[in-house]
Each structure stands twice: as structure tokens, then as C-alpha cells.
């Protein structure tokens, strides 16, 4: 079983599971919970995202976290191959 991480951005979370033994740091895995939370919910698979309180749809801004870890949006979009849609988040945000 691997690591269980939330991963949270403005108006959703989800939970998503790392490899703990693929990345030697926990802030590495977190990254990972990261790109893989922002892929899914691009993807459209809302199926394992819960909406926050006072929230009526999925949106993806500037910053995504993970146990305290925060980044920008933009880079975990570099990190998931996502050039185009990190250009425009950069330009636009």
C-alpha cells in the first residue's frame, strides 16, 4: 500500500496514492500527489474529488498544496507535460 496524501487547491481536495519508495523525500511525493490530483481533475475523473465548503464547481488556481507543501500550479502543469495550459496560467493568473 502506498502513501496516502491530500492534495487541495482552492475549491477541491482529493486523496491520491504515492509510492513512498519511488521518491526519497516526502516533499518529492508530494509533488507527485500534486501532478497527479491536477491530471486527474483535467482529465475530467471528479470521481475522487470532493468539493469544498461554499464551493459549486472544480476550478484550478494559482496554488495547489500537499501537507504543507505549497506550488504553483503552474510548475506542477510543467511537471505533468502540460507546457501550453502552464504558459497560459503563468500569462493569466
Not at 16 to 28: A, C, H, K, W, Y
Not at 34 to 51: C, K, P, R
Amino acid at each position: 500500500m502506498g502513501l496516502q496524501l491530500k492534495v487541495e487547491c482552492s475549491s477541491w481536495f482529493t486523496t491520491v496514492e504515492v509510492d513512498e519508495e519511488l521518491f526519497p523525500t516526502r516533499s518529492g511525493a508530494c509533488i507527485e500527489a500534486m501532478t497527479v490530483a491536477v491530471e486527474g481533475l483535467l482529465s475530467g475523473g471528479y470521481d475522487d474529488f470532493e468539493l469544498k465548503e461554499g464551493h459549486s464547481e472544480f476550478t484550478l488556481e494559482t496554488v495547489v498544496s500537499c501537507e504543507g507543501n505549497c506550488c504553483m500550479t503552474q510548475h506542477i502543469l510543467i511537471n505533468a507535460g502540460r507546457h501550453s495550459l502552464a504558459d497560459y496560467m503563468k500569462n493569466n493568473s
